[in-house]
């Protein structure tokens, strides 16, 4: 039988990687294959079932059962396991597999808190009860992303059994407090993990995608400071409300100012300014017949490649400052708490190539490119100069609401992803 040249030249390009895996053409072939469903399944469920949202007030109420849970399972799997307390009750933990052979370093990263699961009668299912129905799994977790970690750890230990040679380091890091101010993977990098890790998987909810830019966040405090006063005799008083709202209208023109100014990412979509969060007064009870003598409000600032965030905080010190040139009684201050740059990696990135490679393994299909919609701890890598990809199961809608999901078959799917970029990774 005769061969198509063009054919084979389409195959070539498609297992060039895979040819110089320790010369094991069949690679490819049988390293996902060693990937146990039942353990992705298992592990995930045991995770969902261990509650491990982060509640101030509660002492007991933080991700350190479930990094316990972690820690014990990797040490069993016969990894390199370390735990550190970043503050009490919120430990990271890390876990290497080394092959004894020189080579790169792949990071996989999945967190182990999670949301609030909400008013709880809301749910059809126990929201830490992992219940599998329809071929999904529900449950605060499964998605963002416990399910993705579960992933994570069942690729390696594939690598593991599967006996295979390859190269390098793979390293699991399982920070804490990925849903707040991130403190779990700050100090990973600040302890020194992340130096020399070639390249890094964020394991978050894309629905396999392969997510090579993802958003920055700006999070900003503003106050504003008046003179309490009867609400039937306003002009005793100064109100801070209204010029609270007066900063609140400025912001949103300069939303859509930068909307028209940098458009809409091709992934990304629009840049965007949102206040959550209103209080007046910032302490002490409001009452309705009550000037306040403050607001408070915050700010979630949301951007894409093009916009500077020391550009826009110095765009919203400047609405301040016109404000108060006009108003001898506005006094307001603007606090930017934490800013997380938006990032972006190139399509010829190692780790890129990898992924692609594997998931047209796994998928045997093209895969689709995509970005983040919000940050995550890949922020902080790359910023330490690792090049990230974000990718991981789960419907990329679902994080954070009611009835919380994962479909089983996808999940399986990302494990097998993982375990197979990793080789690709490794060994290319």
Known sequence: MRLNPLKVLEELSLTKIYLKINNTEGLQLTVYNYVDDQEVVHLT???VRIPSVYRPNDPKANESRAAQYVYNYLKGLGLEVYIEEVVKGRPNVIGILDSGRPGKTILFEGHTDVVTEGDRDAWSYDPFGAVIEGGRMFGRGTNDTKGNLSAAIAAVHAIKRSKV??????????????????????????????????GAIICEPEENQICITQKGAMRAVIRTFGKMAHGAMPLAG????????????????LEEQ???????????????????????????????????DQCYSTLDIRTVPGQDHDQLQVDMENILARLGSKDQDFKATIEVIES????????????VRASVESFRSVAGKKPIYNGVPGATDGT??????????????????????????????ELVEASRIYAQTAMLFLNE
């Open 45 to 47: 469920q045991a995770l």
């Open 165 to 198: 040679k390859w190269n390098g380091k793979i390293i699991l890091c399982v920070p804490c407090d990925e849903e707040g101010m991130m403190i779990g993977i700050k100090h990973f990098i600040k302890r020194g993990w992340a130096q020399g890790v070639d």
């Open 238 to 253: 100064i109100n801070p409300n209204t010029r609270m709202a007066q900063i609140i209208c400025e912001l949103m023109a």
């Open 258 to 292: 930068e909307k028209h100014r940098v458009g809409q990412h091709q992934y990304l979509g629009l840049p965007s300014i949102t206040p959550t969060i209103i209080l007046g007064p910032e302490k002490g009870e409001p009452q309705i017949n009550v000037i306040p």
């Open 340 to 351: 997380r740059p938006w990032t972006e990696t190139n399509l010829e990135e190692p780790i």
């Open 380 to 409: 902080f890598l790359h910023l330490a100069g690792i090049p990230i990809v974000t990718t991981g199961a789960g419907d990329r809608h679902i994080p954070h609401q009611i009835n919380e999901y994962i479909d089983v078959a």
